[in-house]
C-alpha cells in the first residue's frame, strides 16, 4: 500500500524502534499534515472536524 511505497520500500532500518517510529511518524504526516485531492485539498484531520462541526 501507500505506507510501504513511500516509507518502507528502499529504506533500511536499523532496528526495530526504528522502524515502528518511522511509521508513527508517517501516520502522523498521513493525517495531520498531508494535502489530499478527494477531500478538498484538506489534511484528512481538517475534513473530519469540517465534517464535525456540520453534524
Known sequence: G????EKYYGYK????EH???AISD???YY?????????YIMT???FY?????AA
Do not use: C, W
Open 2 to 5: 501507500i505506507l510501504k511505497r
Open 13 to 16: 532500518f536499523t532496528s526495530r
Open 19 to 21: 522502524l515502528v517510529q
Open 26 to 28: 508517517y501516520i502522523f
Open 31 to 39: 493525517n495531520y499534515r498531508r494535502l489530499q485531492r478527494r477531500l
Open 44 to 46: 484528512p484531520m481538517e
Open 49 to 53: 472536524m469540517q465534517y464535525v462541526k
